[in-house]
């Protein structure tokens, strides 16, 4: 578990703004079932960022009163970017509404980042918490991955391929990451975070199984692009410091 910060140590009640990104594509079932209990007082705007959606997800969402932001580019990694050119919050909660997301969980996202943190983690694996969507090989995965950046980096985390989180959106400027299409964006967020010396914790979040639609991760693709990413931050940047030095 990661270590946690004692509130007396740092303020005890930070005052932010709170946008929940919502990524989106053909997630009709999931949307008409998750989103009625997302209390919108829980947070400070919604942003829906859809990636050319067939099924009438973006009609139904506006119809019902959300902001929904047409995705210019594909891939999850560009609908970060997207959100992060448009929203006002300076926090951000990332939610998928297939499911895994259990909306209960915004709230104490939310306490946590009040409670001075950086980053919060909402981990499958910490506490009791449990994946009912992962299965064998993503769960293999979602292990070995999590050991071998724990192994290379020091840190301490139980679930490093979870999206469901929240993290100052002044991060993504202290630790310079990068834009473009590739998955992993999220772990270079976590190693960074962590080296860098912000204020990260993980919290239980449990994972039910999907609802409607399909998954839209390549195992293979995603596994070898995660694996690059990891090894990229301790061999790639640390030789481009080494030699800039």
Not at 54 to 79: C, F, H, M
């Amino acid at each position: 578990m990661l270590p946690c910060v004692a509130a007396g140590d740092r303020a005890s009640f930070y005052l932010v703004k709170t946008t929940l990104f919502i990524p989106t594509l053909n997630e009709i079932d999931g949307v008409k079932a998750i989103m009625p209990q997302v209390k919108r007082e829980w947070v400070d705007e919604i942003i829906f960022v859809d990636c050319s959606s067939t099924d009438g997800t973006p009609e139904w969402l506006r119809a019902n009163g959300y902001r929904v932001i047409t995705q210019k580019s594909r891939g999850l990694a560009l609908a970060y970017w997207e959100c992060f050119d448009v929203m006002s919050g300076d926090v951000i909660i990332v939610f998928t509404p297939d499911g895994n997301s259990i909306p209960e969980t915004i709230p104490a996202l939310v306490a946590k980042m009040k409670e001075g943190y950086d980053l919060v983690i909402g981990s499958r694996y910490l506490g009791g918490a449990k994946s009912e969507d992962d299965d064998l090989i993503t769960g293999f995965g979602n292990w070995m991955f999590t050991r071998m950046m724990n192994l290379l980096y020091g840190t301490r985390y139980t679930d490093v391929l979870v999206s469901y989180r929240a993290f100052r959106i002044s991060l993504v400027k202290s630790l310079n990451l990068s834009r473009g299409q590739h998955p992993f964006l999220e772990q270079e967020l976590m190693v960074r975070a962590y080296q860098q010396g912000f204020k990260v914790t993980e919290i239980p979040a449990d994972e039910p199984k999907r609802i409607g639609g399909v998954r839209k991760m390549k195992i293979v693709y995603n596994g070898f692009a995660v694996l690059w990413g990891i090894l990229r931050e301790k061999f790639v940047s640390r030789a481009k410091k080494t030699g800039s030095g």
